[in-house]
């Protein structure tokens, strides 16, 4: 948690479990959540509380104060958070838009946590995830960039008055020396500063911590989540001369997140706009559908699986890509892409095989001179290669495949690779590293 020299830190006590330095919206106004569609609404203990941003279907990024005990870097019980998703209004709330938290993960350092939840999320018009990976285009943090910021908070500086239904202000972001000048100091590089214009100071303000910050990628065409509610002035007083937001930096947590948000699972879902998805471990995509002009791009630096039923319509695009974690975080060229562009692709008039892919072993690994493939049912599979971080396959088996395969590494450069299975109703791929 923040603190600040001259000004006092919003520091709240909001339920016995935790103190909460939270913020709400102030100077801005009503939105409907599907302008917002990544936005969510934490209740702590029964209580309202912080706000946060949908990442993946079974993952939220919120803020760490929020769900940090009294003790430090022990978080409160998952079971006395839950998560509300698809509501503009909190009269919405009911059993079918709240979600339970399995587990609470803090960062070691920074004031961000993730919740892990039971079940996914299903996406629709109000319920959707938000692209941060692309926060490694440094522009979108320039001084004066225009972004936008949403919460139930406080409508008013010093109003006690947390909004019933979900607002959001246009804000622009300032140097974080000019923050620092405002504030007399603690705003760091991890971090970013936002100011509002006019008479009226807009910002964020007591309740909306761990909310998102996002701003317009005319890149990407679509909103790219580039900060998370932090701290600012106790009572959110002042105005748009001396009273800036503070949000730690997206950017700074990306290796992080794709670390922690392991296993990642798309299941039951119907894409109908872009999405990136990306982990540092295994990817499991199941029972999925990607609407036509849908462009969706998966990014593991493990294994990725695509299990029946999947469904790439028409004038979709699909990208499966293995890279490691450095580089996929920073959105560097796929190693591999499945692409379904004006074709259907229907992996549910595949036949039911009885084979457990999951069990599919390679070993030695790291190896020098051979690796061994052991593959359950191998007639069912279409062809087995290995490719390097250049996307070149130095090998590739198709036809026939026994239970145990090997395969002559030795004349390989030491590095890591790739290899990729592909069966009659999957493509599962492994990171092999060559010694």
């Known amino acids: 948690m923040k603190k600040i020299i001259v000004f006092s830190i919003i520091i709240f006590s909001v339920c016995s479990e935790s103190i909460f330095s939270q913020q709400y919206i102030t100077g801005g106004g009503q939105i409907n959540v599907s302008e917002t569609p990544w936005q969510v609404l934490l209740q702590i203990n029964e209580s309202y509380a912080c706000g946060g941003s949908i990442i993946a279907p079974n993952f939220i990024l919120t803020a760490k104060h ?34 339970d938290v399995q587990q609470i993960i803090l960062h070691p350092t920074l004031d961000v946590a993730l919740l892990k939840l039971n079940l996914p999320l299903i996406f629709n018009n109000a319920i959707k995830m938000v692209n941060y990976t692309a926060t490694s285009n440094g522009a979108l943090y320039n001084t004066g960039v225009n972004v936008k910021v949403s919460g139930w908070g406080w409508l008013t500086p010093g109003g006690y008055d947390a909004a019933e239904c979900l607002n959001a202000v246009d804000l622009h972001i300032i140097s974080n020396a000019d923050a620092n000048n405002m504030l007399g100091g603690g705003v760091s590089d991890n971090e970013v500063s936002t100011i509002g214009v006019g008479s009226v100071r807009q910002g964020a303000c007591h309740g909306d911590s761990g909310g998102p910050l996002v701003t317009w990628s005319n890149e990407l065409n679509q909103y790219v989540l580039i900060g998370v509610v932090s701290w600012g002035i106790s009572g959110c007083y002042g105005n748009n001369t001396n009273s800036p937001s503070i949000f730690v930096r997206v950017s700074k947590l ?16 119907t894409l109908t706009a872009d999405h990136f998805f990306n982990a540092c471990c295994d990817i499991e995509i199941s029972n999925t559908t990607i609407e036509q002009n849908a462009n969706v791009t998966v990014t593991s630096n493990e294994s990725i699986s695509i299990l029946p039923p999947f469904h790439a319509k028409a004038g979709s695009s699909f990208h499966a890509k293995i890279e490691p974690c450095e580089t996929a975080a920073s959105g560097s060229s796929p190693l591999l892409a499945r692409k379904q562009e004006n074709t259907d692709n229907d992996v549910t008039e595949m036949k039911e095989v009885t084979g457990n892919y999951s069990e599919i072993k390679i070993y030695p690994n790291p190896a020098t001179d051979w690796i061994n493939i052991q593959i359950p049912n191998p007639e069912k599979i ?48 492994f990171k092999l590293i060559k010694q």
């Open 66 to 99: 929020c769900v940090e005990s009294n003790i430090p870097g022990v978080a409160i019980p998952a079971n006395t958070v839950k998560v509300i998703a698809g509501i503009t209004c909190k009269s919405e709330t009911n059993a079918s838009n709240i979600y």
């Open 382 to 429: 279409r062809y087995i290669e290995i490719c390097n971080l250049q996307g070149i396959c130095l090998t590739k088996l198709q036809g026939a495949v026994s239970e145990e395969t090997k395969i002559n590494i030795a004349s390989w450069p030491a590095g890591i690779y790739f290899v990729v299975v592909s069966s009659e109703d999957n493509l599962r791929s």
């Open 254 to 269: 990306v290796d992080w997140i794709g670390q922690s948000i392991c296993p990642l699972v798309i299941a039951n879902q």
